[in-house]
């Protein structure tokens, strides 16, 4: 990693992280399905919110990958036709600005390789001697989090969590960065793609901890919120740290 400081080739967005080192786009956590599986719905249609968001960040960022780790689909023992539709629509997308489309799977992902046409991976290497590699970022590691990746990486970046922080009674979705975190790699949870997910707030994990293995001390997770609003994202400082200021 030579004198890259951790997470130097971040760039944070709204619930997802672009990775310039690895040209790749990382989201997590679409539960594609949820929409017609629940009563809750959203004014445009839960493909079509997913679809523009994801060709919002193509066109921010013109990835080479963009990788959903994992919960891509929300049933557990069905891919329904019309998240199968959803799915195709996120390829789609991608391959019309000329990027691929990974999946790894996650706990809810059990029936998602039978339904799907692509690979699904357990877990996907960015970097280092990975199938897509670059020469200038850190071997990287994409996973879902609900259990320990068998990867070496100088970092994870998983999902699992659906992370929100409370600010004056405002739930935003963030992504906690955990430096040197689990194994001595850096780890980046992201928050849910999906607008339909509630999340769970991080506000008291650093006493309760968070439901991942690669979350082994919740208190030195910092949290960073992007602000559409502004040209930096908002940098918390750890969630142990965060705790005493409330």
Same mark, same amino acid.
């Given at each position: 990693m030579g004198t890259a400081t951790p997470f130097s080739d971040v760039a944070f967005a709204e619930r997802a992280v672009y990775l310039s080192g690895s040209d790749a786009l990382v989201v997590s956590d679409l539960h594609a #399905?949820? #929409? $017609?599986?629940?009563?809750?719905?959203? @004014?445009? #249609? =839960? /493909?079509?919110?997913l679809v523009d968001r994801l060709g919002s960040l193509l066109d921010r960022f013109d990835p080479e990958t963009v990788v959903v780790a994992g919960d891509v689909v929300h049933t557990f023992d069905r891919v329904s036709d019309r998240a199968a539709e959803t799915l195709r629509a996120l390829r789609d997308t991608c391959e019309a600005r000329g990027a691929a489309f990974e999946l790894v799977a996650g706990n809810h992902d059990a029936a998602l390789a039978e339904a799907w046409e692509g690979p699904v991976r357990e877990e996907l290497v960015l970097g280092g001697s990975g199938d897509r590699a670059a020469s200038d970022g850190p071997r990287t590691v994409v996973c879902h989090?609900? =259990?320990? @990746?068998?990867?070496?990486? +100088? /970092?994870? %970046?998983?999902?699992? %969590?659906?992370?929100?922080?409370?600010? $004056?009674? +405002?739930?935003? &979705?963030? %992504? *906690? /960065?955990? $430096?040197?975190?689990?194994?001595?790699?850096?780890? *980046?949870? *992201? &928050?849910a793609f999906t607008r339909l997910a509630a999340g769970v707030p991080v506000n008291d994990a650093a006493r309760e901890g968070l439901d991942s293995p690669l979350v082994e001390d919740a208190a030195a997770f910092a949290p960073t919120v992007y602000d559409p609003g502004s040209e930096e994202p908002l940098r918390f400082p750890p969630l142990g740290e965060f705790d005493r200021l409330l």
């Amino acid at each position: 990693m030579g004198t890259a400081t951790p997470f130097s080739d971040v760039a944070f967005a709204e619930r997802a992280v672009y990775l310039s080192g690895s040209d790749a786009l990382v989201v997590s956590d679409l539960h594609a #399905g949820r #929409g $017609e599986a629940s009563a809750v719905s959203l @004014p445009l #249609g =839960e /493909r079509a919110d997913l679809v523009d968001r994801l060709g919002s960040l193509l066109d921010r960022f013109d990835p080479e990958t963009v990788v959903v780790a994992g919960d891509v689909v929300h049933t557990f023992d069905r891919v329904s036709d019309r998240a199968a539709e959803t799915l195709r629509a996120l390829r789609d997308t991608c391959e019309a600005r000329g990027a691929a489309f990974e999946l790894v799977a996650g706990n809810h992902d059990a029936a998602l390789a039978e339904a799907w046409e692509g690979p699904v991976r357990e877990e996907l290497v960015l970097g280092g001697s990975g199938d897509r590699a670059a020469s200038d970022g850190p071997r990287t590691v994409v996973c879902h989090g609900h =259990e320990a @990746p068998s990867a070496a990486a +100088d /970092r994870y %970046v998983i999902g699992h %969590v659906h992370p929100t922080i409370e600010i $004056e009674g +405002d739930r935003r &979705p963030c %992504v *906690l /960065r955990g $430096e040197g975190a689990f194994r001595g790699a850096d780890v *980046l949870l *992201l &928050p849910a793609f999906t607008r339909l997910a509630a999340g769970v707030p991080v506000n008291d994990a650093a006493r309760e901890g968070l439901d991942s293995p690669l979350v082994e001390d919740a208190a030195a997770f910092a949290p960073t919120v992007y602000d559409p609003g502004s040209e930096e994202p908002l940098r918390f400082p750890p969630l142990g740290e965060f705790d005493r200021l409330l």
